[in-house]
Structures are given as structure tokens and as C-alpha cells.
């Protein structure tokens, strides 16, 4: 029943094969399969190396130890976890066999494979809920911080990232290292993950203060490099600049006004059709010279890069017969958005360095070196995520790390020129994506105050599962921007914003009324564009509150630096839940409404509209107002003046 080889003890019972070894600081990980043998496979957690735990068996029981995580194993594979001796997690047995062993009348395991035609299983892990807050998992469109009570879809969408790890106030982390597709349910009764099909189990467990899990994790799944410096500032961006000249003139807007502009981002149908992966002409005469001009200015240009491909692309054919797109069970093509196309598969290294040979010669040569990885789900005309079929399995066994492979094949193809200031936008996540150098963005969402504090929370939660890189479109994708209540939505976003890792101006702001350039079903010319989107675009008043927000931005270019880098040296992220740095304080963890802003200020936003006065609760220590000046002893709540033009942030002393 149980047996220890190299370090690792093993479990087997009725079919089953359990293997449990440690990993990582004050780690364990589980394994398990009803197959003849484990698979290899560590997606995650790949070339991290095994330790050496404390093992002890007998007939009916055994116990691994790794620092101060400990889990033991009865008689029928029950396994509980403890750190520093206190019980923190326990899978959930419904099966009475313990106390009458011929009778098992309810039958409920804690492991419970369910078997799918061709080999895989279904499979399903419960744990005992506990009396507990959980945080992280990613990005989902709620507004709740604390994730006790939710079902979570394992699934990449547009505006939903899965990253399946979480920090629990108990006072542990858990992995579920798998990228198929299922769901996660933390019930007041119990916690059940669920895979739709997958050859085994396989999860991660570590113990420790907030930062010490984060700082576990990220160790073993990869951080983050060092943020370049020349990104730290404004990021300028809309749907969508159609011409060379309107990029440049915009440019010239910012220089000649004064305002440092770090980036500015070329959005999609640039290029001539899906898959071509290159600037049409007619519109785009001399990227290069475009280049040259905006580095004169300290600009640097950023470019969207789809991974649909058309099938009436130059690529298409070719791409199809060498196995480099991803294939629909049922259909001929998987995205339908202004053109009949197909998707190419991030999970084959061949069809990523095809795409990045494509890119390279197209963008990178001009001197284009950051790309806007957008659709990277990658989205679906319908998510029938049984319906494709991927170089490494099907979507619903691996799907997940999608995304992440796709970040890959930029990262590797910049590195290999030489590059150093890597910072890719992309539009979604997995496990680790961190150490691929994208900047991961909320996706298209829509433009009111409810989806603010949607995106406060996802902030949050998505640096806690690791990925410290983060931002949003400020105002939001689908808005009317002559809406008059627009204006004070915008000043609140970009105010927070400002207070974040990218500071960036996105959207299709509506209503869509300017003519298209030319007549064509295809290329830069035929597909819609928003309205102005500059910092000057919303009036006077609101540009000076904004001018005044990026010089501000500015002004703490230094304490961004070092707040970045510790994000690539130990995986903190950028915003923090005021736990993260205030564990013992137990209102921190109760708080839903302000962050840390790297280890030194506490950050209040205002995410309701007509709000002009709000409540703060400062944790204990001394804080200063950072728009008065007034000092505060913490540990109590206050109430603070915020004016539209102001966002609460107080200064720890």
C-alpha cells in the first residue's frame, strides 16, 4: 500500500496510484492516476526539482514533511495537511468506510475519477470547506476580493484568465497544475476542483505569511523579469489609429505639449488580412521612418498581433498543410470576425517560430520591438472548447496554456535577437505567464463604475496568483464617450490607474461614426475606428487633471523601479491586498476597497459615481495624506475628502 522510492512516497489502492513528494520551499505535491503509470508531464512546474522530505510509514499510515508543510495518508488514501502542526487542509471522504467497511452507503470521494470514451478521465478533488477567505485564481469579471463562496470556470475568455493558484488566510497556497478545462467550486460545504478531461491529478501545496506563499510559488512557476524603464510612464492607445500619420501626429501632440509619452500601440487591422501578419502599404508606407520619429520623441511603438489566420491569406494553405493551426472537431474555422478564419496553435513550436519569423521580418525589423498579443484565449466565435484540438491535445485537456505558450514564442524569438527591455501586451494567462515579459490586460470591457470595481478586484487577485504585470483600458473598451457621465468615470479610472503597473489609454469609444477610409472587405482601410482617445481628447478641465496624473506618474518613476523589481526578485506584485503587507492585522483581510501600491502607499479609490467623500481604514503605524499632508496613527478607519479630482492615497511613514 505504501512504498518510498527516491524520496517519494507512493500510494496505491484499488487501481489507483498516488505519488506525494516534495517541492519547493516548504512544499508538497501531489500526483495521481488510474493509468498503469504517472505521465511525465509538469506543465507548471516543469524542471522544478524534487527535495527531500521527512518520510514515515507503517501498514495503515504514512507522513511526508517538507519544512513545515506536513500531510499524512491513511489506510484509504485520505490525505490531510498541516502546517506547523495545525490542520489547514483535508480531502472530503463521504464513505463511511472507516467505521463499516462492508457498507459504504453514500459513497463520496475525495478523488473521484469518472471514466471518458478513449482513455481520460473526468475528474473531480474535494476538500473539506474550511472557515477561510481565498484570493487570487486570476482574473474574473467580479467584484469580490474574497473568492469564499464562488464557482470559478476553469476557461480562458475574453476578460476571464484563468491562473489557477490561490492564497488562502489559513495561511497556505494551492496549484491545481493542470490547463484543461473544468471549474472550481469553494462552497460553504465543500471545495471541489474539476477537470474535464485529464490523464491524472496533479496539485501543489505550500505554507507560509501571504508574501512567503506568493514568494514559494513564483520560485518554482517563474517571475517576472525587470520591468524596462522605459515603459513605466503613458501608454497611448484607441481603436484604432488607421495611418501612419495619425500615429505620428498624435506623437507630435504629446511632444510639443510636453507630456512624456513612453508608448504608443498600433491596433489591429493595420495589416492587409488575418494572417498576414504585416503592414498594409497603402496606409503604412515607411513604418521604419515611423519608428525613427517616435524614438526621437522617447516613444516607443507597440503593434497588434492576431493569431487568427484567414483562409484567404497568403498563409493560410501553407499553414494548414504543415499542421501549424488549431482544428475544429466540428466546422471549418473557429473565428468569424471580419473574415472566415482559423486559429494557429501556440502549443506546436513549429507554428510559434513560423509566427515569429513572420513577425520578425515584418515589425521587428523596422524597429517595432513590443507586441500587442491580443485575441490570446484565444477567443472563440462560440466557446465550445470540445470542439478543438491542439498540438498537444485537445482544448479540453490542455487548453489553458494557450496563452501562455503564445507569449512564449514572442519571448524566445526577442530573446534570441538579443533584446533586453521585453514588454508584451497580451490579452490573457496561465500559470507562469509572468516569465514570458507580457504585461496582461483586462480585455475588452464595458465603461461604467460596476466594472471599475470589477477590475479592482481582478487586479488584485491576478497579482496573487503571480502575474505582477497588469492593466486595464482606462474608461473602459465599449463606452460613449459623449455620454457626459463618461467624464467622471474616466477621471476616477485614470486616477487609479496611475497607481498601477501600466498606466494606459484603450478603447472603442463610441458612438462609431467616422467614415471608413476606403471601399475594400479587407486591409487597414475598411474597418471602423473610435473616437479620439487622447489625454487632450475630453475638454480642458478634464485634460489638466490628467496632464497632471502623468507628471505625477512621472515624479515616482523611481519608486516604480524598485517596486518592479521586486516583483522579478521575489514575485510580489505591484498592487497588494493590504494583507499582504499587514498579515497579523485581521480588518486588512477584510478589506475590499484599497491596496498597497508596493510596500509604501496604501491607495483609496473612489469606484462609485458621485462619490466625494470616503471611508479609509489605515492599518496600524503612522500614514501621511499624500494630497494634504496631514499625518494619521493607523489601526482605525477614517473619512477623507475625495473631489473628483482626487484619489485618497496616504504615504506609509
Keep these: 500500500m505504501f512504498t518510498v522510492r527516491s524520496g ?208 514559494n510559488y513564483t520560485a518554482l512557476v517563474g517571475r517576472a523579469p525587470e520591468f524596462p524603464e522605459n515603459a513605466l510612464g503613458l501608454w497611448q492607445c484607441k481603436l484604432r489609429y488607421r495611418t501612419q500619420e495619425e500615429v505620428l501626429n498624435v506623437a507630435r501632440e504629446y511632444h510639443e505639449r510636453g507630456i512624456p509619452l513612453d508608448v ?146 514572442f519571448w524566445e524569438g526577442q530573446r534570441a535577437t538579443g533584446q533586453k527591455d521585453i514588454c508584451n501586451l497580451i490579452r490573457s494567462a496561465w500559470v507562469g505567464s509572468q516569465k514570458y515579459g507580457v504585461v496582461l490586460w483586462s480585455g475588452d470591457i464595458q465603461g461604467n463604475f460596476q466594472t471599475l470595481r470589477d477590475q479592482f478586484a481582478a487586479g488584485l487577485n491576478v497579482g496573487l496568483a503571480g502575474i505582477p504585470w497588469w492593466t486595464t483600458d482606462i474608461g473602459g473598451f465599449f463606452v460613449n464617450v459623449k455620454d457626459p457621465k463618461h467624464k467622471e468615470l474616466l477621471l476616477r479610472w485614470f486616477e487609479w490607474a496611475t497607481f498601477g503597473p501600466v498606466l494606459r489609454m484603450h478603447g472603442d469609444k463610441g458612438p462609431s461614426e467616422i467614415p471608413l477610409l476606403d471601399d475594400r472587405d479587407w486591409g487597414g482601410g475598411f474597418c471602423h475606428t473610435g473616437l479620439a482617445n487622447e489625454l487632450w481628447s475630453y475638454g480642458d478641465d478634464v485634460y489638466e487633471v490628467l496632464k497632471g496624473y502623468v507628471e505625477l506618474r512621472e515624479r515616482m518613476k523611481p519608486y516604480l523601479t524598485e517596486v518592479m523589481r521586486e516583483a522579478s526578485e521575489n514575485g510580489s506584485p505591484v498592487m497588494r491586498p493590504l494583507f499582504y503587507e499587514f498579515p497579523s492585522d485581521e480588518a486588512c483581510w477584510s478589506c475590499e476597497d484599497a491596496y498597497m501600491f508596493g510596500p509604501k502607499y496604501l491607495v483609496a479609490p473612489v469606484l462609485y459615481e458621485g462619490m466625494t467623500r470616503r471611508t479609509v481604514y489605515l492599518p496600524k503605524g503612522k500614514w501621511r495624506d499624500m494630497n494634504t499632508g496631514e499625518t494619521y496613527e493607523g489601526g482605525c478607519t477614517i473619512t477623507v475628502a475625495a473631489p473628483v479630482e482626487i484619489i485618497p492615497v496616504f504615504e506609509r511613514l
Excluded at 521527512?54 to 498541516?82: C, I, P, Q, Y
Excluded at 472537431?329 to 496553435?345: A, M, N, P, T, V
Excluded at 462560440?382 to 494557450?402: M, P, S
Design 8 to 215: 517519494k512516497l507512493y500510494f496505491t489502492r484499488r487501481g489507483e496510484t498516488v505519488c506525494i513528494f516534495a517541492q519547493g520551499k516548504d512544499g508538497i505535491r501531489v500526483q495521481s492516476t488510474m493509468n498503469a503509470a504517472l505521465d511525465p508531464v509538469d506543465w507548471a512546474l516543469e524542471g522544478a526539482e524534487a527535495g527531500v522530505p521527512v518520510v514515515s510509514v507503517d501498514e495503515t499510515s504514512a507522513e511526508l514533511t517538507n519544512g513545515r508543510l506536513k500531510v499524512t495518508v491513511d489506510r484509504l488514501g485520505k490525505m490531510r495537511f498541516f502546517r506547523d502542526g495545525a490542520l489547514i487542509l483535508e480531502e472530503y471522504y463521504r464513505c463511511y468506510e472507516y467505521d463499516m467497511p462492508h457498507t459504504p452507503s453514500l459513497r463520496i470521494l475525495a478523488r473521484e475519477y469518472r471514466p471518458i470514451r478513449g482513455g481520460d478521465y473526468a475528474f473531480t478533488l474535494r476538500f473539506e470547506a474550511r472557515d477561510e477567505k481565498l484570493f487570487g485564481m486570476g482574473q474574473y469579471q467580479e467584484a469580490r476580493l474574497d473568492l469564499k463562496g464562488c464557482t470559478l470556470e476553469l476557461a480562458q475568455r475574453n476578460t476571464q484568465v484563468s491562473v489557477p493558484f490561490l492564497v488562502s488566510s489559513l495561511g497556505y497556497g494551492f496549484l491545481w497544475n493542470n490547463p484543461a478545462v473544468g471549474k472550481v467550486t469553494f462552497a460553504n460545504n465543500v471545495t471541489e476542483w474539476h477537470a474535464e478531461s485529464i490523464r491524472q491529478m496533479d496539485y501543489w501545496v505550500t505554507v507560509g505569511e501571504p508574501k512567503e506563499i506568493v514568494q
Design 264 to 409: 504608443i500601440v498600433i491596433d489591429f487591422f493595420h495589416w492587409t488580412r488575418q494572417g498576414e501578419w504585416k503592414f498594409d502599404p497603402v496606409y503604412w508606407p515607411d513604418p521604419a521612418a515611423m519608428v525613427r520619429e517616435l524614438r526621437s520623441y522617447g516613444t516607443r511603438c507597440m503593434i497588434s498581433i492576431w493569431p487568427t489566420v484567414d483562409k484567404k491569406s497568403e498563409n493560410f494553405n501553407e499553414m494548414r498543410e504543415k499542421g501549424l493551426l488549431i482544428r475544429p472537431e466540428r466546422g471549418s474555422q473557429c473565428f468569424d470576425f471580419l473574415g472566415d478564419s482559423y486559429i494557429y496553435d501556440a502549443t506546436n513550436p513549429a507554428a510559434r517560430a513560423y509566427l515569429w519569423e513572420k513577425c520578425a521580418h515584418n515589425y521587428f525589423e523596422s524597429g517595432i520591438d513590443m507586441f500587442w498579443l491580443d485575441e490570446a484565449e484565444p477567443e472563440y466565435t462560440v466557446y465550445d472548447f470540445d470542439n478543438y484540438r491542439y498540438h498537444l491535445g485537445t482544448d479540453l485537456q490542455v487548453g489553458n496554456i494557450y496563452p501562455l505558450m503564445h507569449a512564449r514564442a
